[in-house]
């Protein structure tokens, strides 16, 4: 298997608020390279993770990672949204602690998996590999309206229609089957003195197609309120987003389980990478945490 190193995003500040945790369980929700996890299991000695992951792929490199601590951790392959049977299944009823680290993993856009275009890959993006709907179903398959607000939405595209327009056009004539092509017609679909900006042109519509694919929002309100719910009283529930819809969940969930005085935050603004992480890690820079204790 090939070794990609996986920096993780804010560890100093999600260890330091793990810090009150002496012992007892840490759901690490999103376990990925197994980064966070690490450094968990090295920092709390009396600690136990229960990582979780939908990409079949994350779990092997994860379990490599961490198999100094054997017995210590358990991974399972699902995704987050089952957090509630999961710990049933493992007959843990709370955790002390929980984190979600969202999003794609490095490994994601470094293994063609479609989630680049950078490269010219597959159009895939399924982070679960066992499930049918792919980015080539999206492209070349869904009606234009739902094509448009999916690029609109969760894309925040305001081009959403002028691509859109052209993405029909061309999958008439053949079917989008690379990332390349697909961003080959977001660029054209932009008015030429947009072209060149620092960002992308096909950045939004990768973004918002990536969440179609994968059901991201959907799955990170049912994750996070489970979590929440799962949470241990004192226990803390640590959330990092990379992205402004993301972000805007989060924050909505908290305030309501806040409302209902179940939680309180423990972050008031979202917490951000410094400019020495930045410089070390540059995708780390949309990163937002939002942290809270159950009540
Ligand atoms: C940013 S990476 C996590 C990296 C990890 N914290 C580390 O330090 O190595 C996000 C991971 O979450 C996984 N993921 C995203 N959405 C998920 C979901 N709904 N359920 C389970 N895993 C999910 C992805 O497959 C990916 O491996």
């Not at 780390?284 to 945490?289: G, I, P, V």
Request: hydrophobic share 35%; no cysteine.
């Amino acid at each position: 298997m090939r070794k990609i190193e996986h920096y993780p995003v804010l560890h100093r500040e999600v260890i330091n608020f793990f810090k009150s945790i002496k012992k007892g369980y840490i759901v690490d929700a999103t376990v990925g390279g197994g980064g966070h996890s690490f450094l968990i299991l090295k920092n709390f000695s009396e600690v136990k993770i229960i990582g979780i992951d939908k990409d079949d792929y994350a779990i092997q490199i994860a379990d490599q990672r961490l198999k100094q601590f054997k017995g210590r951790y358990t991974l399972i392959k699902s995704s987050f949204k089952n957090i509630d049977t999961i710990l049933d299944q493992l007959g843990i009823y709370s955790a002390e602690g929980f984190l979600f680290d969202l999003g794609v993993s490095i490994f994601h856009l470094k293994t063609e998996r479609g989630f680049s275009f950078q490269r010219d890959e597959p159009l895939d993006m399924r982070m679960d590999r066992s499930q049918s709907l792919t980015a080539y179903e999206v492209v070349n398959r869904y009606p234009k309206n739902i094509l448009e607000k999916i690029i609109f939405e969760y894309g925040e595209e305001k081009f959403a229609k002028r691509i859109v327009k052209n993405i029909i056009e061309e999958r008439k004539k053949n079917p989008i089957r690379t990332t390349k092509q697909l961003a080959d017609i977001v660029y054209r679909s932009y008015p030429p003195p947009l072209r060149r900006s620092r960002i992308h042109p096909a950045t939004k519509t990768f973004q918002a197609i990536r969440i179609e694919v994968n059901d991201e929002l959907s799955e990170i309100k049912q994750g996070v309120s489970k979590g929440i719910e799962r949470l241990k009283k004192e226990g803390i529930i640590q959330v990092i987003s990379f992205h402004s819809l993301e972000d805007r969940i989060v924050k909505n969930i908290f305030r309501e389980a806040k409302k209902l005085k179940k939680l309180e935050i423990l972050t008031k603004k979202p917490i951000t990478p410094g400019e020495e992480e930045i410089r070390e890690n540059p995708p780390s820079r949309s990163a937002k945490l939002r942290v809270g204790r159950r009540i």
